[in-house]
């Protein structure tokens, strides 16, 4: 299995992630952004716009289903994983991460402020907020003082146009800080953009990311060369 990057501890694959994971070995940490099965296509981009295509395996949960098996038994014991889900797919997304550890913990609520306000214009409330599953592997002790289930960043995808359903690299540093230790292994099935990875390197951690669509494993592996990424949030 040839990576597609392997720099400094950071490692990218392109391909499926169920068919790759069985070889990637063992992880101290999950976090992922996987599809939230709800066939998301921005309608705020031109038709011509790359972005403006539907996500990879998001008309449902079948693939996330199929990899969470796989995705737990790559997970050492006593460690931690996060997956984030669409307010629309939370019950689903419960029974399905089931199959991670002991199944879900808590769920969190990322809060993206006034910038992340989405959806119906007219006739709904603005969008502004995204779930995160929070599970544990057997117990491990989170770093620090203990967190609130609600995590403010202020975010709008317009701040870092390169995916869809990009995520701020700052609110990825704080779960990886709360959630694992310098030099130990995060990994993320469904990579995208790599603002996982990032992160993980910023703070000293290896790291191992799946992406299916090769187009967003180049913008990932572009976004690990660069000396700095500063969106001006902090964890």
């Known amino acids: ?3 597609y990057y392997d720099t400094d501890g ?3 694959y392109h391909g499926d992630c169920r068919e790759l994971l069985p070889s990637i070995g063992y ?3 999950i976090l992922s952004d996987p599809p939230y099965g709800i066939h998301y296509k921005t309608s705020w981009r031109s038709c011509n716009d790359e972005l403006a295509r ?4 998001d008309k449902n949960l079948d693939v996330v289903a199929e990899s969470v098996p796989l995705i737990n038994a790559s997970l050492n014991n006593n460690r931690h994983w996060y997956l984030f889900a669409s307010p629309l797919k939370i019950s689903e997304a419960v029974i ?3 199959g991670l550890g002991c199944g879900v913990k808590q769920i969190l609520a990322w809060d993206k402020g006034d910038r992340g306000t989405v959806g119906d214009l007219t006739c709904g409330f603005g969008e502004a907020w995204e779930a995160i599953l929070y599970g544990t592997k057997g117990r491990r002790p989170i770093n620090g003082k203990r967190p609130r289930t609600v995590l403010r960043y202020d975010w709008s995808g317009t701040m870092d146009p390169v995916h869809p359903m990009v995520k701020p690299i700052p609110l990825l540093k704080k779960l990886i800080l709360m959630s694992s230790n310098k030099s130990e292994m995060i990994f993320d099935p469904y990579m995208g953009s790599g603002t996982t990875l990032r992160a993980a390197k910023d703070l000293g951690r290896r790291a191992i990311g799946i992406e299916l669509e090769e187009r967003y494993c180049e913008i990932a592996a572009n976004r690990l060369s660069q000396t700095v990424i ?3 949030v902090e964890p």
């Open 1 to 3: 299995m040839k990576p």
């Open 10 to 12: 950071i490692v990218i």
């Open 27 to 29: 992880c101290d940490l």
């Open 54 to 57: 539907p996500i990879a395996n």
């Open 96 to 98: 399905i991460s089931s």
């Open 230 to 232: 500063d969106f001006g």
